[in-house]
């Protein structure tokens, strides 16, 4: 990552009020509020069904700056999960070829960096799983088998169906119970 581009995100970080994050994505730095309430209940509906099939050795963590500098890319991500020993520390990032999965819930305010911005950054970081909430839409995405520049396979739900999400947690996701915005 360009050392400057670094600097710039490290001070957006510092001067921001609380209940904003910020993410980079090569020359970009991009900043959000924080999430509604249905963003909030929809992401802990996921969250606890990705929660009993996790395997022993992963933790959810939310809103961790997961970072590629070899790809100039630092994201934070609603959910990911990580092993364990990736948490093991001070630093306030986390290499992002430790995450076995993101989930995202679309944000209302800019619906692009994640149906386009995560699209395209996540698989260049070596994120195995991008799963995507669109509450506005009522859809739920998951891309997954990614090469190193993009993922491969993507498949799309309307909320109330399951979908399967694959190894290493195993499950069909049920979004029944999931809010349209």
């Known amino acids: 990552m360009n050392p400057e581009h670094f600097a710039l995100l490290e001070e957006a970080r510092r001067s921001l009020p609380d209940g904003f994050k ?21 992401l802990l509906l996921v969250r606890r069904q990705f929660d009993r099939h996790a395997p022993i050795d992963l933790l959810p963590s939310e809103n961790t700056d997961l970072v590629s500098p070899h790809v100039g890319k630092s994201r934070n991500p609603d ?10 520390t001070s630093d306030n990032q986390v290499p992002s070829e430790f995450a076995v ?26 994120i195995p799983l991008y799963l995507l909430v669109d509450a506005r839409q009522k859809t739920v995405t998951l891309f997954s088998r990614p090469d190193g520049t993009k993922y491969h396979r993507r498949e799309d739900i309307e909320f ?14 049920v979004t029944s119970d999931l809010l349209p915005h």
């Open 22 to 42: 910020v993410e980079i994505s090569g020359d970009t730095i991009v900043m959000m509020v924080s999430p509604s309430g249905i963003h909030q209940r929809n």
């Open 79 to 88: 959910l990911t999960y990580l092993p364990s020993e990736a948490l093991e």
């Open 101 to 126: 999965v993101a989930v995202e819930l679309v944000s209302p305010s800019n619906p692009e960096n994640d149906w386009v911005g995560k699209v395209r950054d996540y698989p260049l970081m070596g």
């Open 160 to 173: 109330g169906e399951t979908l399967r999400i694959p190894e290493p947690f195993d499950f069909d996701l």
